[in-house]
T-cell receptor, first 111, second 117 residues
Framework: GESVGLHLPTLSVQEGDNSIINCAYS??????FIWYKQESGKGPQFIID?????DKRQGQRVTVLLNKTVKHLSLQIAATQPGDSAVYFC??????????FGTGTRLKVLA | GAVVSQHPSWVICKSGTSVKIECRSL??????MFWYRQFPKQSLMLMAT?????????EQGVEKDKFLINHASLTLSTLTVTSAHPEDSSFYIC?????????????FGNGTRLTVT
């Protein structure tokens, strides 16, 4: 089902450290997963995606890990920068264009 | 990269009036666009799927007569909030995918902040 949260969990990270943002998805049949970054007052911005036939994918400074056994997705950001401060959402999709979004995590980068 | 443009970025209207929000894919064609609603500090909730040349598909609990969707071309979908009330105040976001790249992720517009007074 759709995830709607009343409070956004917050992750505070020191600048330069690595960040790990976690997400539990709902449908074991989902075959496509995406991470989005949303800054205040803006729409979601694509970060990285992964298909269910993979368990890890790397981008520039970001890595997504997929554990289908426990329906868990994580986003790792290396050397976190102030510009990384935002809300991060994972989304899952099953063979269609419809995305189901997770509750989101607010990342705060401390100087 | 693929750009989705939403207009207006914010709008204030009086209760009882209707508001139209436009979603355009600027450099690609989209047979399908999606409309989301987001409340403060919450996730995106899918409202409806907009299909070019046919009727939109609405999610459970979303009133189709309240939120009119038109997808008349491969680059434009509109959402009209009819007889708006203060509880309709929210952040509305559209998304689209390039029809030529079926494995690509959705691209999102920058949203429209609707305030109904």
């Amino acid at each position: 089902g759709e995830s709607v949260g009343l409070h956004l969990p917050t992750l505070s990270v020191q600048e330069g450290d690595n960040s790990i943002i976690n997400c539990a998805y709902s449908n074991s049949a989902s075959d496509y997963f995406i991470w989005y970054k949303q800054e205040s007052g803006k729409g979601p911005q694509f970060i990285i995606d992964i298909r269910s036939n993979m368990d890890k994918r790397q981008g520039q400074r970001v890595t997504v890990l997929l554990n289908k056994t426990v329906k868990h997705l994580s986003l790792q950001i290396a050397a976190t920068q102030p510009g990384d401060s935002a809300v991060y959402f994972c989304a899952e999709s099953l063979g269609t264009y419809k995305y189901i979004f997770g509750t989101g995590t607010r990342l705060k980068v401390l100087a | 990269g693929a750009v989705v443009s939403q207009h207006p970025s914010w709008v204030i209207c009086k209760s009882g009036t209707s508001v139209k929000i436009e979603c355009r894919s600027l450099d690609f064609q989209a047979t399908t666009m999606f409309w989301y609603r987001q409340f403060p500090k919450q996730s995106l909730m899918l409202m409806a799927t907009s299909n070019e040349g046919s009727k939109a598909t609405y999610e459970q609990g979303v009133e189709k007569d309240k939120f009119l969707i038109n997808h008349a071309s491969l680059t434009l979908s509109t959402l009209t909030v009819t007889s708006a009330h203060p509880e309709d105040s929210s952040f509305y976001i559209c998304s689209a995918r390039d029809r030529r790249r079926t494995n690509s992720p959705l691209h999102f517009g920058n949203g429209t902040r609707l305030t109904v007074t």
